[in-house]
């Protein structure tokens, strides 16, 4: 049975030439990078050469990348660590309604502890409601975070405007940092720190073809960050704990490879992706795409739709058992199999949303597996269908059961009950 893996917003496959840097560093080289012998010198020199590789993916200087374990760390540091630092100055955060959940469930931490937090809505494209965040900001605004590119949807935000938005707006302190999280979009489409202005940016080896446990947190040189792990010196006591060696070097190669191929990478993606998505709205009736209409206000790789009269569970089960693996939405929500937050923000409805699907591509897909999901997706939606009540009922009436507003086309159709 072939696999096809179309999963790669939750974690991508190593790529080779990244398992071939890492592996000395199991077994030769294993010092300790803090300790002076030749083995720790070995050491602390591929931790830099890495910190340097990382940075320079982002165009940002070595000594303002600093490596954490995933991306969930590292948003933990940037909303917890700047709030922290920042406090004196205010207690007032805005994030977006589509945010991850380390950033949700961080700023829902901040409140227990006296902050207040605002969340700006996006349009149902996703898209970041810049009036709302002009209006959010004040004086004791401490903490603007937006994330660079949604996984689920695959929004992309113009990060340079929303910044420019915060930094210039005359009610704000001058001590407002404004942090993003990029780890969707690093590898991906270009992000260069510097032209962006941003004061923190996290990104992630797990989703650029390098190995998990190994993430950074861009901050920028001059802002005031609180560790959250108290311990020793590392990472410029900003994050103690003995350092990953081997990941962090695969972390290196990865953003090395990525920034290599980023252009040629992209393009060949982003024609798997529009094929993907022109098939199945040709072949499959009721389909609604979510997110982005255009190629690029959408991350290259995603494809996310809601096919009504069809339960999710079901249709990810059929499709594994062909072979084809996907995902619901958000990684670290999709096991629920229930209506993602990201959704309910770009107001798709709840009845149509529990047919959702994402498929997220990468390098290593083919122009063959995805002739073969063209092939074998509408039978299985066609199968769904046939036992399906809602749709019995809405072939003998013509009528749906379902009241509410999707994206067809681009446009906006009513269900009528």
């Known amino acids: 049975m072939k696999q096809i893996y179309l999963d790669n917003q939750s974690n991508t496959r190593l790529d080779e030439r990244v398992f071939d840097s890492m592996k000395p560093f199991f ?31 982002i165009n940002a200087d070595a000594e303002e990348v600093i490596f954490t374990s ?17 406090k004196s100055n205010g207690k007032h955060i805005i994030i ?50 937006m994330q660079y590119a949604n996984p689920e949807i695959g929004t992309v935000q113009n990060i340079k405007r929303l910044v420019s938005i915060v930094k210039q707006n005359k009610n704000v302190s001058e001590f407002i940092a404004f942090h993003t999280d990029a780890v969707s979009a690093c590898g991906a489409v270009p992000v260069d720190v510097k032209d962006l202005g ?18 950074a947190l861009y901050i920028k040189r001059g802002l005031k960050i609180n560790p959250q792990i108290d311990g020793g010196v590392q990472e410029n006591s900003k994050r103690s704990g ?18 290599e ?18 098939g199945l709205l040709n072949e499959v009736e009721y389909i609604y795409l979510n997110g982005p209409q255009s190629q690029e206000n959408r991350l290259p790789g995603n494809v996310n739709f809601s096919i009504e009269f069809v339960e999710g569970e079901a249709l990810f089960l059929l499709l594994d058992a062909k072979g084809v693996m996907v995902a619901s939405g958000s990684a670290c929500a999709s096991k ?11 107001n798709v409805d709840v009845a149509i949303g529990q047919g959702s699907i994402l498929f997220t591509l990468s390098k290593f897909n083919t122009e063959e597996e995805i002739k073969y999901v063209l092939e074998e997706f509408p039978g299985i939606v066609k199968q769904l269908r046939y036992i ?12 749906r059961k379902v009241v509410g507003s999707v994206t067809k086309f681009g446009k906006h159709y009513r269900c009528d009950l």
């Open 27 to 57: 077994i030769e080289y294993y010092g300790n990078p803090q300790s002076i012998y030749s083995l720790g010198v070995v050491s602390k020199d591929a931790l830099e050469s890495a910190r340097y590789k990382a940075a320079s993916l």
């Open 70 to 86: 995933c991306g969930s760390e590292s948003n933990n540091l940037a909303i917890k660590g700047i709030a922290g630092a920042l």
């Open 96 to 145: 977006s309604s589509i945010e991850h959940f380390s950033v949700l469930n961080s700023v829902r931490r901040l409140e227990k502890e006296g902050f207040e937090v605002s969340f700006v809505p996006v349009d149902n494209k996703g898209n970041i409601d810049e009036l709302k965040l002009e209006e959010m900001l004040r004086k004791d605004t401490i903490l603007v975070s």
């Open 198 to 215: 941003v004061d923190a940016l996290t990104f992630s080896a797990s989703t650029i073809h390098g190995p998990r446990g190994a993430a």
């Open 242 to 259: 003995t350092e990953n060696i081997p990941a962090i070097v695969g972390f290196g190669k990865a953003c090395e490879i990525a920034k």
């Open 261 to 278: 191929e980023l252009a040629d990478k992209s393009i060949f993606i982003y024609k798997l992706r529009d094929k993907l998505i022109s």
């Open 336 to 346: 629920d199999l229930k209506l993602s937050h990201v959704l309910k923000a770009i």
């Open 388 to 399: 399906s009540p809602l749709y019995s009922h809405f072939v003998q009436t013509g009528k």
